[in-house]
């Protein structure tokens, strides 16, 4: 199993407040993602990282932001926290991309829950 | 436009019987990755397979096949003699060419009754 680490695994915040996800991954892959997975919708990428300190973003940005100042640590932030980022969100690590790189592994999830 | 259809959102099959996860990818580029995902009750994302656009090639892997055809830009996924255990949502996902990013389908729910 890749080494993967998502801190907290669950959580419940109240409307407002800051939240930060914590990913750890043991593997020194290069590239790292965040998804969220909300019912008929799927996965969707919030935001990814491709080095220290070079993020870009994913299809659903907004109110979240990304810093990753080592290899192995990508944090997800929720600057201020609404009931509708309630969701099940996954960290992913690749190597990179093209052949043989491609693969994400994935965190096993923190459940959010913002009352 | 780059996506993924996964077109069945919930598939009841009774137990041994074979069952077939449909998955349409659009995409203009000419090399592009398939991959197939499970995520079981646990709620884990479990990497099942991963196929390039160079290699039409059915594979097998035990109960699991997968069906690759570029002409109806089509990667279904077959499930023989099914088990209980191989209830879980399944999802079908597209990397084009340079791309650092996956596209995933919204998945399929797949419930084995016993």
């Known amino acids: 199993d890749a080494g993967i680490t998502q801190s907290p695994r669950h959580k419940v915040t109240e409307t407002g407040t800051p939240v930060t996800l914590r990913c750890h991954q043991t593997e020194n892959h290069r590239y790292m993602y965040w998804y969220r997975q909300d019912p008929g919708h799927g996965l969707r990428l919030i935001h990814y990282?491709?080095?220290?300190?070079?993020?870009d973003k994913g299809e659903v940005s907004d109110g979240y932001s990304v810093s990753r100042s080592k290899t192995e640590d990508f944090l997800l932030t929720l600057e201020s926290a609404t009931s509708s980022q309630t969701s099940v969100y996954f960290c992913?690590?690749?190597?990179?991309?093209?052949?043989?790189?491609?693969?994400?592994?994935f965190g096993a999830g923190t459940r959010l829950s913002v009352l | 436009a780059q996506k993924v259809t996964q077109a069945q959102t919930e598939i009841s099959v009774v137990e041994k019987e074979d069952v077939t996860l449909d998955c349409v990818y659009e995409?203009?580029?000419?090399?592009?990755?398939l991959f197939w995902y499970k995520q079981p009750p646990s709620g884990e994302l479990v990497f099942l397979i991963r196929r390039n656009s160079f290699d039409e090639q059915n594979e097998i892997s035990g109960r699991y096949s997968w069906n690759f055809q570029k002409s109806t830009s089509s990667f279904n996924f077959t499930i023989t003699a099914s088990q209980v255990v191989d209830s879980a949502v399944y999802f079908c996902a597209l990397n084009p060419n340079r791309d650092d990013k996956i596209i995933f389908g919204k998945g399929t729910r797949l419930h084995i009754l016993p």
């Open positions: 990282s491709y080095g220290v300190k070079d993020t």
């Open positions: 995409t203009r580029d000419t090399t592009y990755y």
């Open positions: 992913a690590i690749s190597e990179g991309s093209g052949v043989g790189k491609n693969i994400q592994y």
